[in-house]
């Protein structure tokens, strides 16, 4: 494990975002139950995990959706406090939720602004506006898009991730959380985000990417943080770890150096 | 207008496109319109004498509904109901009628923007009870509509009180052309302005967003709790202007007004605003209202018990309603 002192105070050296013993529990549940992870600037960092380890609850604690009971999350080493979805898109944190959190009945460009939307200097929402800078930012990732003017309740699977991936591109996210971005998508949707993917954090993003698919996170991931019953099991550089050690760190929730042989025997079956 | 080049020319590139995705979306409005019309010609049909006298009478008694079912329909778009709309009604008719009881046709000006201040106070209470308690919408506004009824006795405890002069004069009565009521005008121009500033604003967005997915604007940044405290603030203000109505239309105050919260349920189901929040307008809600009162007309022409009337109502409701989950079901699995 790289474990890079942070004696030095060059920015580079400053993760983009820290969280320190997160803890989120609803009633008994104790669905995060003290995680710690960062994120660099350019840097994909997978968050992989069983159904229910609470990537998604660790998630929400950073994207202000659900704030966490306890912990401190730092944004370029400053200590910050995120309440709501407000807050944190206030943060240049963007997300792009598991369940698609679009609203069904207005169109597109009303979905790219909503919360944020443009308005004349009336004071009155300036449609226009709003569509040419919605066609702007889809022509660059999905051009095949047309469906500016429908509610967003007739769109397909992959023109709706279109619509939530143009909201957090177009407000310059600086830092992204993709919730299984990929789940709904056929696999020219899937290979146009992975492209996007790598896009962005050429770019300078920093990108939590929650995902199932291994491979997936293999191929796009820096390093990788592995959540078992709600705590991290551990960060691993992707060039330094197999897959089958990951796989073995997501079922058997311990790092590479517990596992006995008799349970990597049986892991294989 | 204030039109900048850029909308010109995108509204100008294909206008019988733009024309008729209008149409698609006000598709269930104009079919309403369309039965209106074929209502009136077939009113005119068994009802030879029915004319001027009764357009007038049609326009001053739909009058306070029309404008209670606006307010009902502001809030069901944001995915809430507001159950004490009648209750709300009955308070700022009552409270006008008795200011205004013998005072100066001045005062009578101070009281109606007292009034409609009121209705928006009292709107704003019932959302921020909704918004803190989380309890559901539909208990939080029964609760209150006992409220604001028990207010009303207190200002009132028997019909009275009175109207100003302009007041009465502002609805009753035809305007340059004997076909055409003052309060259609009044209707359209209120409905017509706040309406209109509605869907232009902000606001307007977040109404039809959180009735559509509240999670979903949530965590796009939309404050909730906010936006649904204006719904419920407008709905009081348009439930004021019904309140006034009364007040101008009867020239009285009567603390126990009719059944108008459940009538504006049915107008709003039957002009096409989804109970399930994001979906219709005002337009729709308004020309149900016309067509219920006209129902109601031609079946005391046609002789039968006006309480057949109440019962067809609630037919028409039950068919409109099962017509449309149909449809939705059908457009939601094709
Ligand atoms: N809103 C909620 N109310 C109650 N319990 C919740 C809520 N959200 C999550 N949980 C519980 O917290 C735990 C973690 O859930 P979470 O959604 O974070 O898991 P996950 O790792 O994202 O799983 P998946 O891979 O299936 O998406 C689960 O036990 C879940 O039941
Ligand atoms: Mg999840």
Not at chain 1, 198 to 212: D, W
Not at chain 1, 220 to 239: C, E, F, P, W
Not at chain 1, 245 to 268: D, F, S, W
Not at chain 2, 267 to 287: D, H, T, Y
């Amino acid at each position: 494990m790289s474990s890079g002192e942070a004696n030095m105070t060059t920015t580079e050296l400053v993760p983009l975002v820290e969280m320190r013993d997160i803890r989120v529990a609803f009633g008994g549940v104790h669905a995060v139950d003290g995680c710690t992870v960062d994120l660099y600037r350019g840097e994909v960092v997978g968050l992989v995990g069983g159904n229910g380890a609470g990537k998604s609850t660790l998630m929400r604690a950073l994207s202000g959706a659900h704030p966490p009971d306890s912990g401190e999350i730092r944004i370029d080493g400053q200590p910050v406090s995120i309440t709501n979805p407000r807050d944190a898109k206030t943060l240049a944190i963007e997300t792009i939720y598991q369940t698609l959190a679009l609203a069904d009945n207005v169109d597109a460009p009303s979905n790219v602004f909503l919360g944020r939307e443009v308005t004349t200097r009336l004071g009155s929402l300036d449609d226009s506006a709003m569509e040419s800078a919605t066609r702007t930012v889809m022509g660059r990732l999905n051009p095949n898009f047309t469906a500016f003017k429908t509610q967003v309740k007739s769109l397909s699977g992959g023109q709706r991730q279109a619509v939530a991936i143009a909201r957090a591109v177009y407000f310059n996210a600086k830092i992204l959380i993709m919730d299984e971005p990929t789940a709904a998508l056929g696999p020219a949707e899937t290979a146009q985000v992975r492209a996007l993917i790598r896009q962005l954090k050429s770019e300078g993003i920093g990108i939590f990417l929650v995902s199932h698919d291994i491979h997936d996170v293999f191929d796009l991931a820096d390093r990788i943080s592995v959540m078992y019953h709600g705590q991290i099991v551990g960060t691993v550089n992707k060039d330094e770890v197999t897959i089958d050690q990951v796989l073995g760190m997501i079922i058997l929730g311990k790092r590479p150096e517990e596992v006995t042989q008799k349970e990597l025997a049986k892991l294989h079956g | 207008m204030t039109a900048t080049a850029g909308t010109v020319e995108t509204a100008g590139a294909q206008p019988t496109e733009a024309l008729a995705r209008w149409a698609r979306r006000n598709a269930w409005s104009l079919g309403l319109l369309a039965f209106f019309a074929a209502l009136l010609v077939f009113t005119k049909f068994i009802q030879p004498s029915y004319g001027v006298t009764g357009v007038q009478g049609l326009a001053i008694s739909v009058l306070p509904l029309a404008l209670a079912a606006v307010a009902q329909a502001i809030v069901v778009i944001s995915g809430g109901i507001d159950l004490s709309i009648g209750s709300m009604m009955a308070l700022t008719n009552v409270v006008a009628a008795s200011l205004m009881l013998g005072r100066s046709d001045e005062f009578a000006v101070v009281v109606v923007v007292g009034v409609l201040l009121l209705g928006l106070v009292l709107g704003a209470v019932n959302g921020a009870l909704v918004v803190l308690t989380r309890v559901p919408d539909i208990v939080v506004t029964l609760a209150m509509s006992f409220v604001w009824a028990g207010c009303a006795l207190l200002v009132l405890k028997t019909p009275g009180g009175g109207s100003a002069q302009w007041l009465k004069d502002l609805v009753l009565g035809p305007l340059g052309n004997e076909w055409i009521p003052k309060a259609a005008i009044v209707l359209v121009l209120i409905v017509g302005l706040i309406w209109w500033a509605v869907r232009r604003s902000r606001f307007g967005l977040s109404l039809y967003a959180i009735g559509s997915n509240q999670l979903a604007a949530f965590r796009s940044g939309v404050s909730v709790g906010r936006a649904k405290v204006f719904a419920y603030a407008l709905t009081g203000l348009f439930a004021a202007f019904a309140g006034l109505s009364l007040t101008a239309s009867t020239g009285i105050g009567n603390p126990l007004s009719g059944s108008y919260t459940l009538q504006s349920v049915a107008a709003v189901v039957l002009g096409g605003v989804s109970l399930a929040g994001g979906r219709g307008g005002a337009f729709g809600p308004i020309v149900a209202v016309l067509i219920l009162a006209l129902l109601r007309t031609d079946m005391t022409f046609l002789n039968l018990n006006p309480n057949l009337a109440t019962s067809a109502q609630g037919i028409i409701l039950i068919g409109v309603v099962m017509v449309g989950t149909l449809f939705q079901i059908r457009r939601g699995r094709p």
